[in-house]
């Protein structure tokens, strides 16, 4: 879905590496926008379905992913103000893009996948897990609070 309202001026999206944050997860998990409470079972129920171990991202990883979005952030239209690349999510805060965000999504995950399998990633695992998470900002005390957060996880 495209935004593109005069009073979006910019979002946040998390996703998180495959098997990592599962539906049901002790930590909560977000569905829809929603912030869901733990579900053992339902957890469980996701564990058994994984066709591969779960992903973590090593440090030079980390690096690559990083690198990618900010280099293809610059080269497109999507303008990137924090990045935070941990070893089981990962969050990017872009500020006044129109591009639809299923897109843009779409578009750093393929990427970075690519960038990591030039790097030596294994070729036949997943590394990302399905669907993202996305906040909008709708004034400047919103994007700059998720720039904040996102610096944050930085540190």
């Known amino acids: 879905m495209v935004f593109c309202m005069q009073k979006l001026i910019g979002y946040m999206l998390t996703w998180t590496t495959y098997g990592t944050w599962l539906q049901g997860d002790k930590r909560g998990w977000v569905d829809n926008g929603e912030i869901l409470k733990a579900n ?18 090593k ?54 996948i690519m960038a990591l399998r030039r790097a030596g990633f294994d070729h036949d695992r997943k590394i990302w897990g399905k669907g993202f998470d996305k906040r909008y900002c709708y004034d400047n005390k919103d994007l700059d609070s ?3 957060y996102v610096t944050k996880h930085n540190s």
């Not at 690349?85 to 897109?103: F, K, L, M, P, Y």
């Open 40 to 57: 053992k079972k339902l957890e469980t129920m996701n564990v058994e379905r994984l066709k591969n171990a779960p992903v973590r991202l």
């Open 146 to 148: 998720r720039i904040r």
């Open 59 to 112: 440090h030079k990883e980390k690096e690559i992913v990083e690198n990618y979005i900010f280099e293809q952030g610059q080269k497109g239209n999507d303008k990137i103000r924090a990045v935070s690349v941990q070893s089981n999510h990962i969050h990017v805060v872009v500020e006044g893009s129109c591009e639809d965000i299923g897109a843009v999504v779409r578009k750093y995950k393929a990427g970075t």
